[in-house]
């Protein structure tokens, strides 16, 4: 495994490491994890493909990189150049507008657990004050215990309803361990959810093939899914990871392979 990169370098690029030969498939992370914390499904889509897992920013080596989401989609554009992209939760965003951005560039789609954003403008609000919310905790946590203000933070964050169904010992908590409070609390403020304006009605554009997958517990990600695949048309499609919740490459690591490398043949 090679990587290139660095935190502190001002070139339109992200840390990440290559792992496996073939095709070239960009993997982005969601929030609080990092190229480090795809677990054994990094292996398993590096048999048949050079696998390009990124740091976002606010993450990892990028922990000092601030970009809101149309940012972060060219930093992940100019970093993997033409490929297959792979999204999931914050990442499945990313990619997203990526795709939108600049389709020259995305061969193929595959978004995991993501949203083409909160339609409602109240309810946007409340989640960017939530995200807001979130990032303070971060922050007062670092200034008042900077040793334990990540592992606390991200103790409650996998608490949470969306990871439910995820054993503790496959969330990758050693990598997720590598960002920073300062950094998550950034990509709070600049890539959360509420940040996001709803791209509903630009997702007809997307014309290159796009799977959607989510866990089949995962009871709102699926529906969301769902609504994707309608608006996107018949370039797209819902796959349903079976025994998985929101986190499925974690969850579900071979099942989950296969569905996307079946999609990627």
């Not at 939760?89 to 657990?113: D, N, T």
């Not at 990032?135 to 203000?149: C, I, K, N, Y």
């Not at 964050?157 to 969306?162: I, K, Q, S, V």
Request: hydrophobic letters at 45%.
């Amino acid at each position: 495994m090679t990587s290139t990169g660095g935190e502190g370098r001002p070139a339109r690029v992200l840390p990440a490491d290559t792992v496996g030969s073939g095709p070239r498939l960009v993997v982005a992370h969601g929030f609080t994890q990092n190229a480090g914390a795809w677990g054994p499904i990094l292996a398993a889509l590096a048999r048949h493909h050079e696998v390009v897992a990124v740091d976002l920013p606010g993450h990892g080596r990028a922990a000092s990189v601030r970009a809101d989401l149309a940012e972060s989609a060219d930093l992940l554009g100019g970093t993997g150049g033409h490929a297959d992209y792979l999204g999931y939760s914050l990442g499945g965003r990313v990619a997203l507008h990526l795709a939108l951005a600049r389709p020259e560039l995305v061969r193929r789609l595959v978004l995991v657990g993501a949203t083409a954003g909160i339609e409602d403008g109240d309810a946007r609000l409340a989640r960017r004050q939530a995200d807001d919310a979130l990032a303070d905790v971060l922050e007062r946590g670092a200034s008042e215990h900077p040793d334990q203000a990540l592992d606390r933070f991200l103790e409650r964050w996998l608490a949470g309803p969306l990871f439910a169904t995820l054993d503790p010992g496959d969330a990758a908590l050693g990598a997720r361990r590598a960002n920073t409070a300062a950094g998550l609390a950034s990509s709070l403020r600049l890539c959360g959810t509420g940040t996001q304006g709803p791209l509903w009605d630009k997702l007809g554009a997307l014309a290159m093939p796009v799977l959607v997958l989510a866990g089949v517990l995962d009871v709102r990600f699926a529906a969301l899914g769902g609504r994707m695949v309608h608006a996107i048309g018949p370039n797209a499609t819902l796959a349903l990871v079976p025994g998985a919740g929101h986190a499925c490459h974690l969850e579900r690591p071979a099942a989950t392979a296969r569905i996307v490398e079946a999609f990627l043949a």
